[in-house]
């Protein structure tokens, strides 16, 4: 397993280099300019060429891409061209911000999600049914950022129970906690409505095997049935969607970040974008890459412990 | 003299008591609420620079305006360059020629504490001089181009400062004012901190940088040596917050005190119904001009210009944005600015061009073009200059103008518009308030797009023939005898000669100003009358306070 691991994480160098260039050449291909960002509309064009002379922008592409490569190499991911600051100490700053809120929405969304999907599949066509499915249809078609607002007027607002700004202080658990829950349930309602529905979905297929047929006609209890030969098969398809969608999860955050004021990758990202900042969108980019990356290979690794066919080697 | 004392007491006795009824009133109105910790929630996601001299967002420029103090200041809220009071400098004295400005300092002036110096230190002219040479160097300064005119500067003792032009700059002041490079850095602090400056300043003003986290925000906490007097706001937490819905709740929800808003209409009429939100609009505002590139067929000629000004209805535009974030602009430089023109003025000259779409046709007639014509523009996503650019394509549709509108993001429109893409050219901005910047930037042949010397000119004027008399229209002489003009009421002659020449040439068509707008807490009291500021955000000061609820 551990050959397996390595394998996979040396595969996915190409995969991100891939990306990285992807980015690399995009970021610049698009039309504005960082140094008029830094310098502001004011700016004669002879100081803005000076700024990006300064900026190491004039040089060829292959060498600004080769000095990027050199840097990330040796562990640097270089400075942002607007704030002057390291993007590796940024990024590293905002990464737990990230990662909690993704971690949250997907932990949410699973052990909401999962006994939800199994209960409307049982219950298939009964008013609990439909009333699942009409939670999922509606978690599945509102975007983050807006299901994030209706939270924060109900909570905040109304009930003046949780706060809307920002993410907490650092190293106060309890403050982060009280930050996180907001932002957490936005992500997690929305995780559950995808799970609900790939689950209940798994599960149904599942009940029409022979073998479910078999289960019953040989008397067992129907509770048995369902834990021990339908929700053990539907795992493998859960898991892989489970997958899929803390990937989706991460492009959510984004805008929940935005909607929140957590100082996390999304803002950091949408900032950049807008700055032109190259090398801080290149280097956030690729680490989103590697998320998703990460996120595939825990996917592959999880499948292995729920059906004991899959062997890594 | 018994009369006289008894006369005495009975005007004691009602002034007394005319004090004692008024008196709970007033204590009422003063007491302080117990937290003075004051948040923001300024729309970025992040700060840029806390550097003074490269500040240029709008998150940055009242988050320096607290930390730094010039030689002198705008008088607070108020953007009048002629209201301009001393500040670092106790008082300054000018040659008749008006190249020498010595300037003399307040002593006993302190810089806030920072690493390597835990009690500050005091401030002299060495600092002085190092802050306007370094605002003077492009390579540490965005606001360098300003300082083309300056010779020299030196310290002829701790307390005194002279700067020497080359020839006479309008509103020399202006330069060394609390605003962009006029800011005094603490030297040492500049060259222990190296790039740490940029998010950790040192100046001397009512607020010191307490912390930053990257993201979320920067703390400043107050300086108890300030020279004005110990600020009444313990602290200031500036917040980094992109979206206007959170900015929004967390102004209802108590967390915050005072936000950055959106410039619309019914955004104000919404936030006035919240209980405990209060909107704030203020100037200088920023001018949304139209300006129409002179190099380009069919806009070459002048009666194809005018139609289109005929055309547009400018009270519908300006209704567009709203009323209550709107002032009509009918010259180039708003009234407000040093040597802006009034509606009155532009009116008596005929050049204000309202709506008449009869003559509009006609004009298009004559120039040919009976059928009308089409013209492919770019724009950004930004509400700002979009709406104008939206709402008059409707009304050109009218008199046979098709406006094909492109929508692009907006560092890419502002790269564009620069590449002389742009027939039309839509552009909303605030400039130090006189003549001079806008007449310099934006009709100045020198700072035409295409030139390597380019700044804003995308109309080509002074470059061409807009009229189509033959000659070249050209305004740089007017623009540069009133920069050095020392008689001020000539100097605003010539300012206003330039305007005239350029709307009667129609090489842009003014439309409005659009206010800042903000939120507050009722609670929150500034400490003066806020009107304008070039801060772009309302200036927190020492005597800024938060009033008990």
């Known amino acids: 397993m551990t050959s397996y691991i390595i394998r996979r994480l040396l595969v996915a160098i190409p995969t991100l280099l891939v990306v990285l260039t992807l980015v690399f050449l995009l970021v610049r291909v698009a039309p504005g300019d960082p140094a008029t960002a830094v310098l502001g509309q004011q700016a004669s064009r002879e100081a803005i060429e000076n700024l990006r002379t300064k900026m190491g922008l004039d040089k060829p592409l292959w060498k600004q891409y080769f000095d990027y490569l050199t840097g990330l190499v040796h562990g640097d991911l270089g400075k942002s061209l607007i704030s002057r600051r390291p993007v590796g100490s940024q990024v590293l700053h905002a990464l737990p911000f990230t990662l909690q809120l993704t971690i949250t929405g997907v932990l949410l969304g699973s052990l909401l999600g999962i006994p939800l999907g199994i209960l409307t599949a049982v219950h298939r066509n009964a008013m609990l049914d439909y009333l699942g499915r009409i939670f999922s249809l509606a978690g599945l078609s509102i975007p983050a950022f807006y299901l994030g607002i209706l939270l924060m007027m109900a909570f905040s607002i109304q009930l003046s129970l949780l706060p809307t700004v920002g993410g907490g202080e650092q190293g106060d658990i309890v403050d982060l906690l009280y930050h996180l829950v907001l932002p957490g349930l936005t992500l997690g309602l929305i995780m559950t409505a995808y799970v609900t529905r790939m689950t209940r979905s798994s599960i149904l297929n599942i009940l029409n095997q022979d073998y479910v047929s078999t289960a019953r006609s040989k008397g067992l209890a129907e509770r048995i049935v369902i834990y021990k030969h339908v929700l053990k098969n539907a795992l493998v398809p859960i898991l892989s969607v489970l997958g899929v969608y803390s990937i989706v999860l991460i492009g959510s955050s984004v805008m929940t970040e935005i909607v929140f004021s957590r100082p996390g990758l999304g803002k950091l990202m949408v900032m950049a974008m807008k700055q032109r900042d190259y090398l801080m969108l290149q280097s956030l980019l690729t680490v989103y890459a590697g998320l998703v990356v990460i996120i595939n290979l825990f996917t592959d690794l999880s499948y292995g412990m729920v059906d004991p066919r899959v062997r890594y080697e | ?489 000539f100097q605003k002659a010539l300012w206003g000669e330039t305007q005239k020449e350029i709307l009667s040439d129609v090489a842009a068509y003014p439309i409005t100003t659009l206010g800042f707008s903000f939120a507050k807490k009722p609670s929150l009291e500034w400490g003066y009358d806020l009107n304008s500021t070039l801060a772009l955000t309302p200036q927190i000061k020492w005597n800024t306070k938060l009033l008990a609820e």
């Open chain 2, 1 to 489: 003299m018994k009369g006289v004392s008894r006369n005495l007491y009975g005007v004691l006795f009602v002034v007394v008591t005319a004090l004692l009824l008024v008196a709970p009133g007033l204590s009422a109105q003063e007491e302080l609420a117990e937290n003075q910790v004051l948040d923001v929630g300024v729309a970025a996601s992040d700060l840029n620079t806390l550097d003074p001299h490269l500040a240029v967002g709008t998150q940055d420029r009242g988050a320096v305006d607290m930390v730094f103090n010039g030689l002198v200041r705008f008088k607070p809220g108020d953007m009048d360059p002629e209201k301009i009071e001393p500040d670092l400098a106790k008082s300054w004295e000018v040659s008749s020629d008006g190249l020498e400005w010595t300037f003399h300092l307040r002593e006993g002036v302190m810089f806030h504490p920072f690493p390597g110096q835990p009690d500050g230190y005091e401030m002299t002219s060495e600092d002085v001089v190092y802050s306007i040479k370094r605002a003077a160097n492009p390579e540490t300064s965005a606001y360098s181009g300003s300082y083309d005119n300056v010779e020299s500067v030196e310290a002829i003792d701790d307390y005194t400062v002279k700067l020497t032009l080359d020839k006479p700059v309008p509103s020399l002041l202006g330069l060394v004012s609390d605003y962009s490079g006029g800011f005094v850095v603490s030297k040492k602090a500049v060259e222990s901190m190296g790039e740490d400056f940029t998010t950790h300043p040192v100046g001397t003003g009512p607020f010191a940088y307490e912390n930053y986290v990257p993201g979320q925000k920067t703390v400043f906490t107050r300086n108890e040596n300030y020279f004005r007097g110990e600020p009444v706001l313990q602290e200031v937490v500036w917040r980094y917050m992109p979206d206007i819905s959170s900015r929004l709740s967390g102004l209802r929800t108590g967390e915050l005190d005072l936000i950055e808003g959106l410039r619309k209409q019914a955004w104000i009429e919404q936030v006035k119904n919240y209980k405990g939100v209060e909107p704030v609009v203020f100037g200088p505002g920023e001018t949304v001009t139209l300006h129409f590139n002179l190099t380009r067929e069919p806009l070459k000629n002048i009666k194809v210009r005018k139609a289109i000004v005929y055309a547009l209805d400018r009270a519908t535009i300006n209704n567009f944005y709203g009323e209550a974030i709107t002032t009509p602009l009918y010259s180039p430089i708003p009234a407000n600015y040093l040597g802006g023109l009034t509606k009155e003025e532009v009116m008596a000259e005929g050049l204000a061009y309202e709506q008449d779409l009869e003559k509009a046709e006609e004009l298009l007639n004559e120039a040919g073009y009976e059928e009308g014509f089409e013209l492919d523009v770019v724009i950004t996503e930004r509400e700002s200059y979009k709406k104008t650019l939206v709402v008059a394509q409707e009304m050109l549709k009218k008199v046979g103008i098709k406006i094909n509108i492109k929508q692009i993001d907006h560092s890419a429109y502002h790269s564009q518009i620069r590449d002389d893409v742009n027939p039309l050219v839509i552009y909303v901005c605030a400039r130090f308030p006189t003549a001079n910047s806008i007449l310099t930037q934006f009709y100045h042949s020198a700072s035409v797009v295409t030139k390597p010397t380019a700044i804003t000119n995308f109309s080509h004027y002074g470059d061409v023939d807009a009229d189509g008399n033959g000659t070249i229209d050209n305004v740089d002489k007017l623009i540069e005898i009133a920069r050095t003009a020392d008689d001020p009421d």
